[in-house]
């Protein structure tokens, strides 16, 4: 055989083995706008890592949760890459069911935010990479205050909020007074009433591991919410969670939002709001003590032992959450749609800081945030919005869906927390904490 035919065939054969050799990385993630984001600039890591193609699960919130954290328990292997949350970061890493984060030089792990990279290690390791970090603030529509002659301090009470919502609220002209989340779930709406529990001095446990639902702080945040929401905010706001109070504010829709301060660059971007050139911004509202008021959050990408395909999961993670990702993104749509809350570098950056308005609130935000400090009376558990054991995902699904049918005026407050706390108290003696 001649030797060119030989070479030609060779070549044949390498690439019929390359393409059979392909790597697939199957991502699941959640289907808010930094995510979806992702996928379509995914193009540019496989364009770099021609052996890899990316495969893309995304889900709502709740449903990803479950089926993450239903495969990672099972070493189900259904997924290479998981986006998990600053919850489940260190109880997975500590049974064992992440692989950690191999750093380098050029990633410059100590970038990162101290209180985001803190929440992601597990004995001086980083097991989970930040994609976006974020806590809480309000957003209103400064027009509308300035109209109703309301002007907010940097940290305005709930009982301010109450006030300018009756002030704006107009629904024959389509605006509500107050838009926040009502739909049942520990990272929905429990997610903001739990803010709202700590500021009016409330707690999920004690420090013998009690909980404290049917107490006098959460009837008094619960009644307050309830009230507000049924006077002045959406109809059918108990089925509201994060993107429906978003696409409400970017309508017009709502005089103010209390949530994830990472909406800030969603609704101040022209091409996604019609009041972009209105908003402003104001940390999170309290009550008896500003402890706990402002959330703490990340959405991070991990990957779960189960996977096999170590190497291009480590690459790909490395990619989306770099400073060159960040880049990437300013180039592509601009550096007001970034994804924040993660870097000191971003924050840093002149460019950014020129067109984010929200930038210095959000910082803010982030940094008063102490999951290990979080409540008025002392507590047993690490976490803002949430307590950091395993128990919690379901005790905080069922005590959403309490606090939504309350707002929904399908059962009282009192009989909402009275329920809230009997099946607290089950799955906290059934796991053993007290009898």
Known sequence: MKPRLLSVLAAAVLA?????????????????????????????????????????????????????????????????IMTIGLYEAPIWSKKGWLKPIATDAAYDVDDLLPAIRSGLSHEGKLYAAPFYGESSMLMYRKDLADKAGVSFAERPTWSQVKDFAAKAHDPKAGVYGICLRGKPGWGDNMALLTTMVNTYGGQWFDMQWKPQIDTKPWKDAITFYVDLMNKYGPPGASANSFNENLALFNEGKCAMWVDATIAASF???????????????????VAVTPKGANWLWSWNLAIPASSTKDAAAQAFIKWATSKDYIQLVAKENGWAAVPTGTRKSTYANPEFQKVATFAAAEIKAIDSANPNDSTLPKSPYVGVQYAAIPEFQAIGVGVGQQMSAALAGKVSVAQALKTAQTLAEREMKKAGYYK
């Not at 101040?268 to 940390?283: I, L, M």
């Open 16 to 80: 019929a083995g390359a393409a059979h050799a392909q790597t697939e990385l199957v991502i699941a993630t959640v289907n808010n706008g930094h995510m979806i984001e992702m996928q379509k600039l995914g193009k540019h890591f496989e364009a770099a890592n021609p052996g890899v193609r990316l495969k893309w699960v995304t889900l709502e919130e709740g449903v990803l949760r479950q089926r993450v954290t239903t495969d990672i328990a099972t070493k189900g292997g259904q997924f290479d």
């Open 267 to 285: 609704i101040s971007d022209p091409k996604q709001s019609k009041v972009a050139d209105k908003v402003a911004f104001a940390q999170s509202p």
